[in-house]
Every structure is written in C-alpha cells, then in structure tokens.
C-alpha cells in the first residue's frame, strides 16, 4: 500500500505544531515560575539591606501630621513610574510608628519640593513600635554623663551604649524563657502531683505524709530559685531602664526614648557597600535565630523554622511505613478483583480531599477522641487542663500523614509495578518466600519510586496551613516543641509554622504595610526549607537509583 506524500507531510506538519505548542506552554510555565520566585527573592532580601535615607521637603499643606516643618524622612520603598512628570506617588518607610499611627507613607510626587542632606539621619529598631528614624540630638548615657550630638565620642558612646542595652536583653530572655521558664515547669509539676495526692486522700486513700512533706520542701527550694531569679530579671530591668537619647524628627518634633527600648542604631548613609554587606548577614542571622517581636513583624522566625521542620520530620516518619505497607499489600498479596479496585479508587479520591476536612477529621478523632481518652487514662490529674487533648505538633503530624498518606501508596504501587517480573520469579524459583522476595529483590529496586512519593507527600504537607490552624499551630509558641527538658521531645506542645506565620502577617496584622516585607522574607525561607528538605530525599534517591539500576525510575 503506498501512502500519500500530501496525507504524510500534513500528519507531520500537525505532529510539529503539537510538540511546539506542548514545548510553547512547558517553557511559559517555567517562566511563570522563574518570574515568581525572582519577584520573592528580590522583595525578601530587601528586608535585611539598609537602605539610604531621604530628607524631603514637602508642600506646607501635603503633610498634617508632620508637624511645624514640611519636612519627612524615611527611605523610598517605590517609586512612580514614570518619576519626575510630577504624577504619582512615592511610598516611604518613615518609621515613628508610635507618632504617625502608620511606619510607611505615600506621598504626591507634586507635593515634593525637593530633597535636603540627610547624612546625620539615624534609624534605631526598637523593642516596641518598630524602627524610629530622626537626628540625635543628646545622650544620656547609663552613667548619667551628657553626650552632646555634635561631641567627636558621641557615636561610639551611643553604640556602646546599645550594646550594653542589647546584651542584657538577650540575657533577660534568656532567664525568662529558659531558666525561669524550667522552673515553672518543675513547679507546675510538683503542684499538679501535689492535687493528685490530696485527691486520693478525699477518697479515703492512704498516702504516705512523708512524700506530701518531700513535695513541699522540693516545691519551696524551686520557689527560692525562682525569687532569685526574678530579682536578676528585676536587677536587669533596672539596669536597662538607665540612660536615653533624646532626639528630633525631620517634621521638628521632639522626643525622648530611653535606651532600654532601643536593640540597635545604624546611619545608613554614611555606610559603605562592605558595611553594608556585614550588616545585611548580621541581619539574616538575627532573623534566621532570633525570636518574633511586634505581632510577629519584628524579630527572627527561629521557631516557626523549628517547628515546621520538626512536624515534616514527625510527619514522614508516620507516612511512610503505612503508605508502604499499605501499597505492598495491594500490588504484592491482595487478590486482584472488585473490591481492590475499589480500594484503588478510595485511594485516588482521597488524594483530592480538600485539606481542611482532614484538618476536621483531624481534630475530631486526634485531638477530641484519641488525646482526650489519653488525658483520661494517663493524665487525669491534670483535667480539666488539657494535655494531649489540645492539640499539639503529634496530631498536627498525623493529620498531615493522614492527608499525604495517598500519594505515597500511589507512588509506591507505580514503583512496585515497574520492577521486572523475571526478577520476581528468579528470586522465587532459588527457593525464597514471597516476603523475602519483596523484602531483597523488590523494594530495594522500587526505593527511588517510594521516594518520590516521599518528596511528593513532604512537599506537599510542608506547605499545609488550613489543617493545622485546627490541630496545634499558634500564632506564638514560647517553648519549642524539643528542648534540652525530659523526655526532650514534647509531642503535645503547640508549635510554631512557617505557612501559618506566613498568613498571620498577611492576612491577621494590623498594619499590612509593615507586615509585608516579613512576609515575602518568611515565604522565601519556606520555599528553601522545602528544596532542603526535598533535595536530601531526592540526593537519597538517586543513591538507590545508581545501586538497584533495575529500576525503571
């Protein structure tokens, strides 16, 4: 039969519009992609760069909360499109948030008269109201001594100053949230044991006198440690509330702050490239470590980063067992019929449950059925406090298990399948057994398949948000679900999350304004963790893969 050139040259003509078009869509979607990661990478790491201060000089009328003078300082944050037609607005961060009620502002182009000298402008991140922005114009120092702003020492004073300031900071932090914070703990401890004993003694239980007295000496040498370390805390605070600077803003107003509210002062203008490249890493080491301050849009993100790698942790340890297992079952001993089928397809729908419900069924059955039958039968002394019962990083966990559990009994299967059947039948026909087989020939080939479905199932769950605001993710966790405290790791503690901060700035914050450089920073370091987290399963899986090269995967 011959075939017609014309009939021939039209199917391949079609064939090459179809994988141009294919190749057309695959190269705008990695675009797509590229576009948005750059955006987030770009608005993420402004956060940490100092930015140069303008001084502007402002039409008398443009500005009502400025005060006398039609000045405002601050760095530009946007610019008009098209600056200089006189159309527009320039968006500032102005700090002095306790002062104008907003850090950023948006100013007409054509009110802008023109620009002054700014080079003595400081910025100053405080504890509370965010960062303030003004001319010093003396210092109080701890010593009470009176350090002129035009004094050739003032700045190294003023510096030294704030590190003393920040130093015993971190130090009442550390007191408060380690030191007392165990003490507490221990003492809550004994208390709660303490009840449980006069409990039983009201139901005419016989209790040993002398363990009631060992609790109350114990519980009176913890109070003592705590006493002593609350006047440090006190001694501290004193300390930190020595000295102030008191300064002028660019609209002429004056003010004072004491020290103790400042954690660190920097003139970006008069820092060079390499400064400000030291100050750009220090600044990422205080938000990768530090704690959030100021309704989480302050401060470093150490316990969301925490958290969220410990509940992916928790969470691939729980999947993976039983989605394998569940799959060998499938592939390897049920029998092929009806009711697999339909197994199969129960699989496949609750892949594309919404994450909510599981986030329901979550705490319906972890949280209601499962942590309250544990506080009954194991901490029953401590009800109506809820232990287990609550809500916590395990059950947020097995939510998630839960919800990813499908795609890796889909992965798996796919990769249980794809091994030789000759493999199977060599290994049978040398005399092994059917587990033995599985165990030795199949699953060592099929690991790289599983693996995907791990990578699939992390990444998947990392992300989650919607479940876990119902299972044990807060806004504000102080004690880190694992610590140096027995048994170290505390699975009924509420945690911290990188997605739930995430939307807790975008969506829950005051000021949206002053939330949302944190949260391009925060969704750029939940993009990283990700890679990380996949990148050590996808590094494992190409190992297996060059070690079993049967696989097909």
């Not at 909360?65 to 968006?91: C, D, H, M, Y």
């Not at 010593?143 to 020492?153: F, T, Y």
């Not at 939307?503 to 990380?532: H, N």
Request: hydrophobic share 45%; aromatic share 10%; no cysteine.
């Amino acid at each position: 039969m011959q075939l017609d050139p014309n009939t021939v040259s039209h199917n391949r003509n079609k064939g090459e519009t179809l994988v141009w078009l294919s190749a057309s869509g695959l190269g705008l979607a990695l675009l797509m992609v590229l576009f948005l990661l750059g955006l987030i990478l770009v608005e993420g790491v402004q956060v940490f760069w100092p930015r140069d201060l303008v001084l502007l000089e402002l039409q008398p009328e443009t500005d009502s909360l400025a005060g006398q003078r039609p000045f405002l300082a601050g760095s530009i944050v946007e610019k008009p499109g098209n600056p200089g037609t006189g159309s527009g607005e320039w968006k500032l961060m102005v700090g002095n948030k306790d002062l104008y009620g907003t850090a950023y502002r948006f100013v007409p182009e054509q009110a802008i008269l023109g620009r002054r000298p700014a080079e003595d402008l400081v910025v100053a991140e405080r504890v509370e109201y965010g960062k303030a922005i003004f001319f010093p114009l003396h210092l109080i120092t701890p010593s009470g001594e009176r350090i002129e702003a035009g004094d050739p020492h003032f700045w190294k004073d003023f510096k030294a100053s704030i590190d003393d300031v920040r130093s015993r900071f971190l130090a009442i932090q550390d007191l408060e949230r380690n030191r007392i914070g165990a003490l507490n703990r221990k003492i809550h401890s004994l208390e709660r044991t303490r009840r449980h004993l006069l409990r039983q003694q009201r139901d005419g239980i016989e209790v040993d006198p002398r363990h009631l007295e060992d609790i109350e000496i114990s519980r009176d040498a913890l109070e003592e440690q705590f006493q002593e370390l609350a006047a440090e805390v006190t001694r501290l605070r004193r300390e930190q509330e020595a000295g102030s600077i008191h300064y002028r803003l660019a609209s002429g107003q004056e003010q004072t702050q004491p020290l103790g509210n400042l954690l660190d002062v920097y003139r970006p203008n008069r820092m060079n490239v390499f400064q400000k490249g030291a100050f750009f890493l220090e600044r990422i080491r205080i938000f990768l470590t530090g704690t959030p301050r100021e309704a989480n849009t302050e401060g470093g993100i150490f316990p969301a980063i925490f958290g969220t790698f410990v509940m992916t942790v928790l969470m691939s340890a729980a999947v993976m067992p039983f989605g394998v297992l569940a799959a060998i079952y499938l592939r390897e001993y049920a029998r092929q019929g009806l009711f697999v089928k339909f197994v199969r397809i129960g699989v496949n729908n609750l892949a594309g449950v919404p994450s909510i419900v599981y986030g329901v069924f979550g705490l319906g059955f972890f949280v209601y059925f499962l942590g309250g039958t544990i506080d009954q039968l194991f901490f029953s002394r401590d009800l109506p406090n809820a232990t287990f019962g609550g809500g916590g990083i395990l059950w947020a966990s097995l939510t998630l298990a839960l919800m990813t559990v499908p795609v890796v009994i889909v992965a798996t299967e796919e990769a249980l399948a794809s091994v030789p059947r000759g493999s199977r039948e060599a290994s049978l026909a040398s005399g092994a057994s059917r587990w033995q087989t599985i165990e030795r020939i199949v699953l060592p080939a099929a690991a790289p398949g599983i693996l995907t479905g791990l990578i699939l199932a992390m990444a998947r769950g990392a992300g989650e948000v919607a479940p876990l605001m119902l299972v044990g993710v807060v806004k504000l966790a102080p004690d880190l679900p694992l610590d140096a405290t027995f048994p170290f790791i505390h699975l009924e503690r509420k945690f911290m999350h990188l997605g739930f901060h995430i939307y807790d700035l975008g969506f829950q914050s005051p000021d949206s304004e002053s939330a949302r450089p944190m949260v391009f920073a925060t969704t750029l370091l939940l993009i990283l963790l990700v890679i990380v987290l996949n990148l050590g399963a996808i590094l494992l899986r190409n190992h297996l893969r060059a070690k079993y090269k049967t696989s097909t995967f």
